[in-house]
């Protein structure tokens, strides 16, 4: 598909990979809407980029709902969208003195990561499916998964099982959603420069940097948006999990 004069959706857009990729979208000609819950900085880089900003719980089905009604309103019909909402916790499933995982934690990561990516690509594919095709598609959906989903580590028990259930739905979806001429791609992530690095000390991310065999530093958000441009662009592209990772296989811990 052709990116300029459409209209996009990113959730999570108010930061790191959703940031990025809202940025390199409105740079090729979309039409962006932010899903987001952080409203000064999606309301700043909407006003950047010439989008729009709407605070969005993706979690709850009302919100999701109202910012869709939102970005069609002012941009039409949304043929892109890209799930970049997620939470990362680090918590050990048995932790000291042999306390259990919080399972409130555990279901907020499920509910955000998993459920969250599920509302969106349901609801969004529900109102494009009525609107004509441009050519042999009428869009595509890029969620976002993590390297964690295959190699998860230690105190990543939630993360990683929410992350998985992504790469579960790719296919299922792509497969419904195919007699529609909807695409769905999921993006499984590396070690990424993101907010939640950004307060570790430099030595941190340098050491975390230094695990990638190759470029062996952490990746930017750039170089996901840009994969997000190509999967767009490539009609072949459907149904599957995409490594970005510069070949890191994680360790246990």
Request: negative net charge; glycine residues 12%.
């Amino acid at each position: 598909m052709n990116i300029e004069g459409l209209a996009a959706i990113v959730t999570g857009g108010a930061s790191g990979l959703g940031a990025a990729t809202a940025r390199a979208l409105a740079a090729r000609g979309a039409r962006v809407t932010l899903f987001d819950l952080h409203e000064e900085e999606g309301a700043k880089l909407a006003g950047d980029i010439g989008g729009l900003f709407q605070r969005v719980d993706v979690t709850d089905e009302d919100s999701v709902n109202a910012g869709l009604d939102a970005a069609e309103a002012a941009h039409g019909i949304a043929r892109i969208a890209v799930n970049c909402a997620g939470v990362a916790p680090a918590i050990k499933a048995v932790g000291r003195e042999f306390v259990p995982h919080p399972i409130d934690s555990f279901r907020k990561a499920v509910e955000i990561n998993l459920t969250g990516t599920f509302l969106i690509a349901s609801r969004f594919a529900a109102r494009l499916q009525q609107a004509e095709a441009i050519g042999e598609e009428r869009g595509v959906i890029v969620n976002t998964a993590s390297v964690a989903a295959f190699d998860g580590q230690i105190g990543q028990a939630a993360y990683a099982a929410s992350k998985g259930g992504v790469v579960g739905l790719t296919l299922p979806l792509a497969r419904e959603f195919a007699q529609s001429l909807i695409r769905v791609v999921t993006i499984a992530p590396g070690i990424f420069w993101t907010p939640m690095l950004a307060g570790l000390p430099q030595a941190a991310q340098d050491s975390l940097g230094k695990q990638v065999p190759h470029p062996s530093r952490l990746g930017k958000p750039e170089e996901y948006a840009m994969l997000v441009e190509s999967i767009i662009a490539n009609p072949m592209l459907n149904g599957e999990t995409i490594r970005l990772d510069g070949a890191i296989r994680m360790a246990p811990k």
